[in-house]
């Protein structure tokens, strides 16, 4: 049903390479104490940048979602990716940080990369597939492809957790974030491929088409034979 086209895939993709990142929120509370120590006021700083990463990840899929879902289809594009770009630079910048003794993040370095973290992937793990879901999988079809996303990003997920401890015994927690750092910029490739493809078909007049009736298209497109096969794809 969906194996033989080439934006599965690439969803696919991104869902694999974002759930790892979505995931860490689980391991911030240990990656806090750890680089921050158990003083008191490091406690307490670590608490306030994982109330940090929340607040901003909420906002974000809040507002950012609602701001996505009016842009036009090129600035979709740009927004993802100007996310993507800037979480993928805060990964290695903090973990360029926990490779710096002398220099490592103060309080406020914490909650503000932790800020960043959660704010620059919201949008890319929930608005970009949302409506590929509901475009590619139509009423009859959605739900299934949906699942599929969820699954593949859960096995990624699992993967992440069998290696991540590994990597911060061996390399400490700067191993951990170069990871997601990679996982990061998977993200950017296959969203950004997934989009660009998506540009290219909707600068044609395509709508997303959630329930395949020929009423969802503008009316100049209804007898478009090229739109109403693109609608039925």
């Not at 929340?54 to 990716?81: D, E």
């Not at 493809?197 to 909707?202: A, T």
Request: proline share 3%; aromatic share 12%.
């Amino acid at each position: 049903m969906f194996a033989g086209r080439a934006n599965f895939w690439l969803a696919i993709g991104a869902a694999m390479g974002y759930s790892p990142i979505r995931q860490f929120e689980a391991l911030i509370p240990l990656f806090l104490s750890e680089s921050s120590g158990r003083t008191p006021g490091a406690v307490l700083g670590a608490s306030a940048a994982a109330t940090a990463y929340h607040v901003a990840y909420w906002i974000s899929a809040g507002v950012g979602n609602q701001i996505y879902f009016k842009l036009k289809q090129w600035q979709q594009l740009c927004m993802v990716m100007a996310l993507l770009c800037a979480h993928l630079a805060n990964l290695i910048f903090m973990a360029w940080c926990e490779r710096q003794p002398d220099a490592p993040l103060g309080r406020l370095g914490q909650i503000g990369c932790m800020a960043v973290l959660g704010g620059t992937i919201a949008v890319p793990a929930t608005g970009v597939l949302n409506i590929f879901t509901m475009d590619m999988g139509k009423a009859d079809g959605s739900a299934m492809l949906s699942a599929l996303l969820d699954a593949a990003g859960a096995f990624s997920a699992i993967g992440f957790f069998r290696v991540y401890d590994g990597l911060r015994l061996r390399y400490s927690w700067s191993g951990v974030l170069l990871l997601l750092a990679g996982l990061s910029a998977w993200t950017i490739l296959c969203e950004g491929a997934l989009l660009t493809r998506d540009l290219f078909k909707f600068r044609r007049g395509y709508v997303v088409n959630p329930v395949r009736t020929r009423g969802s298209l503008p009316t100049r497109y209804q007898t478009d034979s090229w739109a109403i096969k693109e609608m039925d794809r």
